[in-house]
């Protein structure tokens, strides 16, 4: 766990950002995801990886997002609605504020960001999936980028 400073609704509090260093996580399920978007000149993109313990899928895409948040939560979204992801995987990503806003309770403060969050929080708790923080390194060593 690693203790970090949150702002919400105007008040700093201190939270823990659950976070996992190890080479390969506990899970439950014998499943793991890595997810991540991004926006660069000319456009957002996003990839994930599933790993169960039969298969591996990735998939890598072009995304209509205008913002590097925007893009991070449609590629989660993207891995959320993929019928390959089975109930309960541990889902990795590198970015605090999506973790932050979908598990600990962090405000919203983008409007912009608004309709994402809504239909992530949706599948997230449809998919009983849980989803951590890691550092970035190891969403590019899984993603290769």
């Known amino acids: 766990m690693l203790p970090i400073n949150m702002h919400n609704m105007g008040t700093t509090k201190t939270a823990t950002l659950t976070s996992w260093w190890g080479a390969e996580p506990p899970t439950g399920t014998g499943s793991i995801s890595w997810v991540d978007g991004g926006f660069r000149a000319g456009g957002g993109y996003g990839s994930y990886k599933i790993k169960t313990t039969k298969d591996a899928f990735c998939s890598g895409f072009?995304?209509?997002?205008?913002?590097?948040?925007?893009?991070e939560y449609a590629a989660l979204i993207h891995l959320l609605?993929?019928?390959?992801?089975?109930?309960?995987?541990?889902?990795?990503?590198?970015?605090?504020?999506?973790?932050?806003?979908?598990?600990?309770g962090w405000k919203v403060k983008a409007a912009n960001l608004m309709p994402y969050y809504l239909k992530a929080f949706k599948l997230l708790a449809i998919s009983q999936c849980k989803l951590i923080w890691v550092p970035r390194q190891l969403i590019e060593d899984a993603l290769g980028h």
């Open 62 to 71: 072009t995304l209509l997002a205008a913002t590097n948040n925007e893009a």
């Open 81 to 104: 609605e993929d019928d390959r992801l089975p109930p309960g995987t541990e889902i990795l990503t590198d970015s605090k504020l999506i973790v932050g806003q979908l598990t600990m």
